[in-house]
């Protein structure tokens, strides 16, 4: 079966960076356009990145543009997310999800058909 798990997460400071990391299995990954999605205590969750299925287009929300970078290796059936200058509001539990949804700039959670478990981001003031 399809499976997406997320590693990296963790505890780090204002300013400093996390690289997350998204291994698939149990599908044909260059099939699928890629995305990080975000979500915090008691908020609804909400999206980060996408990557094209080859991943030359990279689409982001505006609150991330400029710190972090989406990447694929299709080689590797992996997906990744630099995070750079953190900031507290970027603590959330990240997950990464798989569409085969037509389109490069795939925004919507519904519009993703895999989804991992998340890995805890937390950063610290």
């Known amino acids: 079966q399809v499976q997406l798990v997320e590693s990296g997460g963790g505890l780090v400071q204002a300013g400093e960076s996390l690289r997350l990391s998204c291994a698939a299995s149990g599908l044909t990954f260059s099939y699928y356009a890629m995305g990080w999605f975000r979500q915090a205590p008691g908020k609804e969750r909400e999206f980060v990145s996408t990557?094209?299925?080859?991943?030359?287009?990279?689409y982001y929300a505006d609150y991330v543009k400029g710190r972090f970078t989406i990447s694929r290796d299709n080689a590797k059936n992996t997906v990744y997310l630099q995070m750079n200058g953190l900031k507290p509001e970027d603590t959330a539990v990240y997950f990464c999800?798989?569409?085969?949804?037509?389109?490069?700039?795939?925004?919507?959670?519904?519009?993703?058909?895999?989804w991992g478990q998340g890995t805890q981001v937390t950063v610290s003031s």
């Open positions: 999800a798989a569409t085969y949804t037509p389109g490069d700039y795939v925004v919507t959670s519904s519009d993703y058909n895999y």
């Open positions: 990557i094209s299925r080859g991943g030359g287009r990279t």
